[in-house]
């Protein structure tokens, strides 16, 4: 039987944001009741436009933002009630691939100082092995033991983003949070990271949280997708079924967008207007400001997650026989 991971459950984020000449504070809602869950071994996608609180989601995962309220577990733990030794215990478990190579390495350290610091301070271990788990996560990664005693500057943005890996890899993770990580890279190199990645998953029996704006990494490397609109996760299936039987028109609208991805005969949906302000959430539906299906009913009400097929969810009244 499959294994959940990490549980998130009725998850809310929100902050406070200076807005206007006067530097007023506004509240931004982030991420809005949140319900998701990720099973051990798996890579699970999170798709959606910039600004819809994919990454804040990955931060409090993380627990770089606090929650205002809701429940996080990893292997049945709600980490945000957890005392220091199960929080120094997660923190070695889990581990996160950041967007820029270029900032998430410290320049004035060497590489090899960089994959040794995580180890000290979580493990006592001798330098002997020290020494053995950074060079077999370095070779790893793809990349010689002479970059050892390099600085970050030395490196081309791949190479920066494969000692990033490097360094998330050499405390033997369960699950991997990845946050954008390859949109910062040319294109001719983000296929060979994002390979990499998969090759890992398979060796170190990872799983990861993925997110991108990218479908199409996210259609090679996922193996499933939740959609993620406004805070709120509004579909949620195999990749595949997201991709070849799309239900939610966001969904629809996203990958309309793009040809390569676009299905012939697929009904075309525009996405009208740019993404309302976190700060000043739609009533209802959060879509329906830009949705061509919208009706009275979903201006004033939240549709439920409803089950269309297997493992397949959708929040959309379209969906709800009861209407
Ligand atoms: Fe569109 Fe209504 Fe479905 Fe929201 S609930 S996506 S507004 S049809």
């Known amino acids: 039987m499959e294994t959940n991971l990490l549980e998130i459950k009725n998850l809310s984020v929100e902050y406070k944001s200076k807005h206007g000449l006067l530097g007023s504070l506004q509240t931004i809602h982030a991420v809005n009741n949140l319900t998701l869950n990720i099973k051990k071994g798996e890579i699970l996608a999170i798709a959606g436009e910039s600004g819809c609180g994919k990454s804040t989601l990955a931060k409090t995962v993380m627990l770089l933002e606090q929650a205002k309220s809701g429940e996080i577990t990893f292997n049945k733990k709600n980490i945000l009630q957890m005392n220091k030794i199960e929080l120094k215990d997660f923190r070695k478990k889990v581990q996160m691939i950041f967007q820029n190579p270029y900032s998430s390495l410290d320049p004035k350290m060497k590489i090899i100082d960089t ?18 788990i950074i060079l077999k996560t370095i070779e790893k ?25 490097a360094r998330a ?8 949070v990845a946050d954008e990580p390859v949109s910062a890279l040319d294109v001719s190199i983000q296929a060979q990271i994002i390979n990499l990645l998969k090759e890992l998953k398979e060796q170190y029996n990872l799983t990861f949280m993925f997110i ?7 259609k090679y490397l996922a193996d499933r997708v939740a959609v993620m609109y406004l805070g709120e996760i509004v579909e949620l299936s195999k990749t595949d079924e997201i991709f070849f039987s799309p239900a939610h028109p966001y969904t629809k609208a996203l990958l309309g967008a793009i040809p390569q991805i ?8 525009l996405l009208k207007g740019d993404l309302p302000s976190p700060a000043d959430l739609p009533t209802g539906c959060k879509f329906h400001t830009r949705c061509p299906y919208c009706m009275p ?3 004033e009400n939240i549709p439920e997650a409803v089950l269309i097929n297997e493992n397949h969810f959708v929040k959309c009244f379209l969906y709800n026989k009861n209407l």
Not at 148 to 159: K, V
Not at 169 to 176: A, D, R, Y
Not at 212 to 218: A, E, G, Y
């Open 115 to 132: 994959l040794k610091e995580p180890l000290k301070i979580n493990f006592n271990l001798s330098e002997h092995e020290i020494d053995t």
């Open 141 to 165: 990664v793809g990349l010689d033991k002479e970059c050892l005693n390099l600085y970050p500057h030395e490196f081309s943005g791949g190479q920066r983003q494969r000692i990033a890996i």
């Open 169 to 176: 890899l050499v405390l033997n993770p369960e699950f991997i």
């Open 212 to 218: 991108s704006h990218d479908l199409s990494v996210i």
């Open 262 to 269: 676009n299905q012939i005969g697929e009904e075309k949906i």
């Open 297 to 299: 009913v979903c201006r």
